[in-house]
């Protein structure tokens, strides 16, 4: 049984039945959950019932733009040729580099959380899907991490972009941004996620499949919505 801390349990005695009636609701007693050693995030949770999902179906991996981004820092790096370099160091990306680059990722050497990568340089990199593809830091074009233009790409991969993608279980979880952003920061982001999950997969993210959803902070308890409530 997992055992819970002093600060959880007490936290959890604040909130008497952990279902809300919506998210502004969940959102406020959230923020009344103090943690002041952390800046915590707001994660959303959706419990998938995979028994009602047939094959491929069943598998989503997508990026979404969320308008107020979700606080998290990454690290981006570039692959490009010469031609493009002037580019990468304008976008402000970590890491930057062609040929030198693939030497190194080859090596075993990552030092980024994505990689984006020109299109002419696909070819060569895709010796490297071994290395890459089990991480999930492959470029892909549905990712958008395929691009020439490379400033607006690590501006929204830094800024905008949240990955999403379901685990071997089904579930999906998202960070929408941190405590410390207001209300309707987080409800923009929320709403977004929503009608974009909605959008890419009907087929999964609907109400006969996804009965429940969750909202907590980073180490806190979660409170509980209902997909028709929303």
Avoid: H, W
């Amino acid at each position: 049984m997992k055992r819970r801390s002093k600060r959880y349990k007490k936290l959890k005695e604040q909130i008497k039945d952990n279902k809300v009636k919506n998210f502004e609701a969940a959102i406020s007693e959230i923020k009344k959950m103090q943690n002041p050693k952390l800046l915590e995030s707001i994660d959303v949770s959706f419990k998938v019932n995979l028994k009602k999902i047939k094959g491929s179906e069943n598998s989503l991996r997508t990026v979404i733009e969320l308008p107020n981004g979700n606080g998290k820092k990454i690290k981006v790096a570039v692959l490009c040729d010469d031609n493009k370099m002037p580019d990468a160091k304008k976008s402000g990306a970590d890491v930057i580099g062609s040929d030198d680059l693939i030497k190194k990722i080859s090596s075993g050497e990552i030092q980024f959380d994505r990689l984006v990568c020109t299109p002419n340089m696909m070819p060569k990199i895709a010796k490297l899907g071994k290395i890459l593809g089990p991480k999930g830091l492959m470029p892909n074009p549905k990712l958008g991490t395929v691009s020439d233009n490379i400033v607006e790409t690590v501006n929204k991969l830094k800024n905008k972009f949240t990955e999403i993608k379901n685990d071997k279980d089904g579930n999906i979880g998202v960070s929408i941004g941190r405590k410390t952003f207001e209300d309707k920061k987080l409800l923009e982001n929320f709403k977004i996620l929503f009608d974009n999950l909605k959008k890419e997969k009907p087929t999964m993210f609907n109400s006969e499949i996804i009965k429940n959803i969750y909202i907590s902070s980073t180490i806190g308890p979660s409170l509980k919505l209902n997909f028709k409530d929303i």
